[in-house]
């Protein structure tokens, strides 16, 4: 039985994670750390709300004297380390707070784990921006590729990586990191693209696309990301990194027009198609042109590949929002109110 604390795990990916472990290793006992920011909700997780081998704990990955209590008390042997402040914008405008929690959190926690023991594992989950971005040419991110970070939220998880490097190189700690490309499906906060474009289409408003829609991602299925952990944490090499990926290379404006084209047929079109919804806003600051994960280590080692295509994974994502537009409503505050007209109210209409 492991016993396993998960940071940030009432987050997105965090939440997706939670459950789908407890859904594969019942046996395990997961302890959940989060501080429910904005993006964190434990509604995520009433699914296992009631399991025996499932603790929640609100709090900060920053509060040393808090990590120390749960690795105690829990007797941790396992970290699967996800909390941290992800969105590229916000990075933009409040950058000390990803400072804080993705750097400071990341030392706190391999101090206490460096003091508390030297043995299990700790999985950092880690993000392709750390490698820079790619011309439309150049090829896929292998982890050999270098860091050139070009955000404050980007350099703020390559410092995270570096660190968890070094407790590994210095200290012995059974680190390993994880870089992986967008994720996108159930339980998303609707900041991001995928979950934006879906409620403001459903809604009739506006969608606001950055620059010309041009920017390319590689987008996997939360899903495959879990299971890609699954085969890190259980049959990864510690101090390695391994790459995770979708293999599925969209530029933003192809991702929206097939979300508006898929809500079109199940909700039909009405008098006009969901497209026309879209307007092109001004393009953020230093906004990266494509990303693509070369998972080629992940697929050798661990034997490891995604099961969802895009087509496949957004068809499904679609559907969860549409069967969940109440989970969508609850989440969104009035603080996430403001921030939307801070970010796109002044851009909309400048396509």
């Excluded at 968890?164 to 159930?186: E, F």
Aim: proline share 4%; net charge negative.
């Amino acid at each position: 039985m492991r016993r396993i604390l998960v940071t940030g795990g009432a987050g997105f990916i965090g939440s997706n994670f939670v459950r789908f472990w407890i859904d594969h290793h019942p046996e395990d006992r997961i302890t959940n750390l989060d501080q429910l920011t904005y993006a964190g909700n434990v509604e995520n997780l009433k699914a296992v709300e009631s399991s025996p081998h499932y603790k929640f704990v609100r709090g900060d990955i920053c509060d040393s004297e808090l990590v120390r209590r749960l690795f105690h008390a829990e007797e941790v042997d396992t970290v699967v380390h996800f909390a941290a402040e992800s969105h590229v914008d916000r990075s933009i405008l409040a950058p000390d707070d990803f400072i804080r929690t993705n750097v400071h959190g990341t030392y706190t926690l391999l101090e206490t784990a460096r003091v508390y023991w030297l043995a299990a594992r700790f999985l950092h989950v880690s993000t392709d921006e750390v490698y820079g971005s790619l011309g439309p040419e150049d090829p896929a991110f292998n982890e050999a590729a270098p860091y050139r970070p070009n955000s404050p939220y980007s350099a703020s998880k390559a410092a995270a990586d570096h660190l968890m490097r070094a407790y590994h190189h210095t200290y012995g700690l059974p680190a390993i990191i994880t870089n992986c490309s967008n994720n996108y499906g159930p339980y998303q906060f609707p900041e991001k693209l995928v979950p934006l474009t879906i409620r403001q289409a459903i809604k009739g408003e506006s969608i606001p696309v950055y620059g010309v829609g041009a920017n390319i991602r590689d987008w996997i299925y939360v899903e495959d990301h879990c299971s890609g952990l699954e085969a890190v944490l259980e049959r990864g090499k510690v101090g390695e990194t391994y790459n995770i990926g979708g293999g599925n290379q969209w530029r933003n404006i192809d991702l929206v027009e097939t979300i508006c084209d898929l809500l079109d047929e199940k909700l039909g079109a009405g008098t006009s198609s969901r497209r026309s919804l879209i307007r092109f806003v001004q393009d953020r600051p230093g906004h990266d042109l494509r990303y693509a994960m070369d998972i080629s280590k992940i697929t050798r080692e661990l034997g490891w590949r995604p099961r969802e295509t895009l087509a496949t994974g957004i068809a499904k994502t679609v559907s969860w929002y549409l069967e969940h537009q109440e989970w969508v409503e609850r989440v969104i505050t009035g603080g996430y109110r403001d921030y939307f007209e801070t970010q796109y109210g002044s851009r909309l209409g400048r396509g």
